[in-house]
């Protein structure tokens, strides 16, 4: 029986996405494994790195890409707990990662609002594991800056 599950991988996402939020950074994490193993972890830094670019997935792509020595990603399987944007869905087209897995949707600047079909054709999406806890990570967050 193997010990790693979707769900562990999300957990792992979840906690990256904590750390963000006590940065003070929009609290996203993510994941990406390969061969059920966490080759990348990474979480939003675009406050710290003065980057709009350093969303957790762009992050966790440079990252994976790196450790394998290699740009394709299709063997690779991502966990993020916030759907990815229209920029990081179009870095995952290109990486043409294998899944896509997330946990909250993002009605208002998700992928699937301006474009479902921006991802790679061959890569597989699935939505809504552990959505319930990405989502109050989110809304305390945004509550908390609000204060």
């Known amino acids: 029986m193997d010990l790693y599950t979707h769900e562990y991988f999300m957990n792992e996402a979840l906690k990256q996405a904590k750390i ?18 966490i080759i990348a972890k990474a979480y939003n830094q ?7 670019t350093a ?7 440079t990252a994976a890409a790196n450790g394998l020595g290699a740009k394709y990603l299709n063997d690779c399987r991502l966990y ?17 990662i294998g899944e896509v897995h997330f946990a909250a949707s993002d009605t208002k600047r998700g992928f699937r609002k301006s474009n479902p079909a921006m991802l790679h054709p061959k890569t ?7 959505a319930e806890q990405a989502e109050k990570l989110v809304l305390d967050f945004f509550r908390k800056l609000r204060e």
Not at 55 to 61: D, K, P, Q, T, Y
Not at 80 to 96: D, I, K, N, R, Y
Not at 124 to 130: A, E, H, I, R, T
């Open 20 to 37: 963000a939020f006590e940065e003070g950074e929009i609290p996203v994490g993510a994941v990406i494994v390969s061969k059920n193993r």
């Open 46 to 52: 675009t406050e710290r790195l003065n980057d709009v």
């Open 55 to 61: 969303h957790a997935e762009m992050l966790a792509i």
């Open 80 to 96: 993020v707990t916030l759907e990815p944007c229209p920029m990081c869905a179009g870095a995952l087209f290109w990486s043409q």
């Open 124 to 130: 597989q999406v699935f939505s809504g594991m552990m």
